[in-house]
Nanobody, 124 residues
Framework: QLQASGGGLVQAGGSLRLSCTAS????????MAWHRQAPGKQRELVAR???????NYADSVKGRFTISRDIAKNAMYLQMNSLKSEDTAVYYC????????????????????WGQGTLVTVSS
């Protein structure tokens, strides 16, 4: 019910824009977020956006990544600039119809819906 797209191969320093679209059967999404999982590592929160306009970012991506929402289209985007090799991972979008408390944003079980993931590979 969430469809992620936009991944690919990019050189270090380059940019990519990820998109995530929720199906029409998902109504009134409050929290949407991007997570990523690199090989051999745990899934981690990258950025989160609320329907009221609030955003949160992992320290590692602040100043480089920008999350945005199109509430009318039930869509979310992640503009990734100045990409580094350590950004290489499968990126997943996730959503919940209610607000997630801050301390639980990084917990995968906090979310009701997950996309299938899109691979981002940054070559150095």
């Amino acid at each position: 019910q969430l469809q992620a797209s936009g991944g690919g191969l990019v050189q270090a320093g380059g940019s990519l824009r990820l998109s995530c679209t929720a199906s029409g059967s998902i109504l009134s999404i409050y929290d949407m977020a991007w997570h990523r999982q690199a090989p051999g590592k745990q899934r981690e929160l990258v950025a989160r956006s609320t329907s009221s306009g609030g955003t949160n970012y992992a320290d590692s991506v602040k100043g480089r990544f920008t999350i945005s929402r199109d509430i009318a289209k039930n869509a979310m985007y992640l503009q990734m600039n100045s990409l580094k090799s350590e950004d290489t991972a499968v990126y997943y979008c996730a959503a919940k119809t209610q607000r997630i408390i801050h301390s639980m944003l990084g917990e995968p079980s906090s979310y009701d819906y997950w996309g299938q993931g899109t691979l981002v590979t940054v070559s150095s």
